[in-house]
């Protein structure tokens, strides 16, 4: 099947029992056995569910993988990876990336052993340098959350390969209508379900996408055992999310070009980044491993104070002031007081985050409004 039949088909049929075209919700959290070990492939609420087992079917197919993973939340699912790592083990990870990613590595897993190292990988050959013997995954998130960075997934992939290590690919801000990483090289895609795929800001999730059957085996272990798995009706409403992801991510890309283009050309607005410019360092790069550039932008002001950026987000109305990203509905955020606030000043500086930094999550609503409610905040 083709991308956009997968998003309706994949891993789904009709329920056997009823003919229900909807995968059902299994409001369960137990299943009767007729002898121990004797049962029809579930056990239990918190190791199986159907309505999830659809889900990750359908998520690996649209990954190209072989097996999918669903976690409470995204950084559940990025939890579940750290726990396959033991006390002395190295993860590289890029530089820029999303606030409670740097927290959960810094904060929680730094004390147990685990040393974190952060590269900026826009030039994928300096990640090379950086690997040791006990380095064992490669943490790449592209586009990079919020500064828009690019990174070489099939480069950075054949490091990995080279020395021994995995790389895990954080696919959120892509999803996969746009960037498929296990074709690219890598070994695990990570996605917020929260965001694209899901779509309409109203389910927080996260997922696992691999080919690599040991690897899912860990995983699942860890799936079980720590027990950060989602219930059946989130479950349920990311299958029906995924249905229009195909449509929605189109929008998502038109209207984020119009956005880029407009921003660029305000007298107002200093940097605008976006990966669909040619002026993008790595824009060739995105265009080699991306279908479409995405409705994810970042700029600033060419009057670069926190006063500036704030008097903006009080303007601003259509754009809804928000945490999180990939709805139908456009959102503003602004990531040194939000999504990156657990990250220290001086490190969001190194990587160009300013205090005036605004993100926008452009959504599916009609272009010509979107852009006179940014001209008149502006």
């Known amino acids: 099947m083709r991308f956009n039949t997968k998003t309706i088909h994949a891993g789904v ?36 569910n159907p309505t999830r087992d659809a889900l990750q079917q359908n998520l690996a197919a649209l990954e190209n993988g072989k097996y999918g993973l669903c976690y409470s939340t995204g950084l559940g699912a ?23 990613t740097y927290r959960l590595f810094v904060k929680i897993f730094a004390k147990y052993g685990i040393k974190f190292i952060f590269v900026n990988m826009s030039n994928a050959s300096d990640v090379e340098a950086h690997i040791t013997s006990n380095t064992k995954i490669l943490w790449v998130e592209t ?8 990174i070489d997934i099939a480069f950075v992939g054949e490091i990995a390969k ?67 798995t989602p219930g059946p009706q989130d479950c349920f409403l990311v299958l029906r999310g995924i249905k229009t992801l195909h449509v929605r991510m189109q929008r998502h890309c038109e209207n984020g070009a119009v956005v880029a283009k407009f921003l660029a050309s305000h007298p107002a607005v200093s940097n605008v980044y976006w990966c669909g410019f040619e002026s993008h360092p790595n824009h060739d790069v995105a265009k080699k491993q991306m279908h479409d550039f995405g409705g994810m932008i970042s700029f600033t002001f060419k009057d ?27 959102l503003v955020g602004h990531p ?7 990250i220290p000043r001086e490190e969001r500086l190194k990587n160009g985050l300013t205090d005036a930094l605004i993100r926008l999550s452009v959504g599916i609503e009609d272009i010509e409004d979107l852009i006179e409610d940014l001209k008149q905040a502006l």
Do not use: W
Not at 336 to 342: E, F, I, K, V
């Open 13 to 48: 049929a009709p329920d056997p029992s009823t003919g229900a075209i909807m995968t059902p919700i299994f409001q369960t959290s137990t299943y009767v056995q007729n002898a121990p070990g004797d049962h029809k492939g579930y056990e239990y609420g918190r190791t199986q």
């Open 78 to 100: 990025i939890d579940a990876v750290m726990k396959t790592l033991s006390p002395g083990d190295e993860v590289i990870s890029t530089s820029d990336l999303y606030g409670g």
């Open 143 to 150: 586009p990079t959350n919020p500064m828009m960075n690019i």
């Open 162 to 228: 080279k020395h021994n290590v995995l790389l895990c690919v954080d696919n959120t801000f892509a999803s996969p209508y746009l960037q498929n990483p296990l074709d690219l090289g890598a070994d695990l895609v990570m996605h917020s379900l929260t965001k694209y795929i899901s779509g309409h800001s109203d389910v927080v999730m996260g997922a696992l996408i691999t080919s690599n059957d040991k690897l899912y085996e860990d995983l699942k272990f860890v799936q079980n055992a720590s027990g950060a």
């Open 304 to 330: 670069d104070t926190m006063e500036t950026a704030l008097a903006f987000l009080k303007k601003i109305k259509l754009f809804a002031l928000a945490e999180s990203l990939g709805g139908v509905e456009s």
């Open 336 to 342: 040194a007081s939000m999504t990156h606030a657990s």
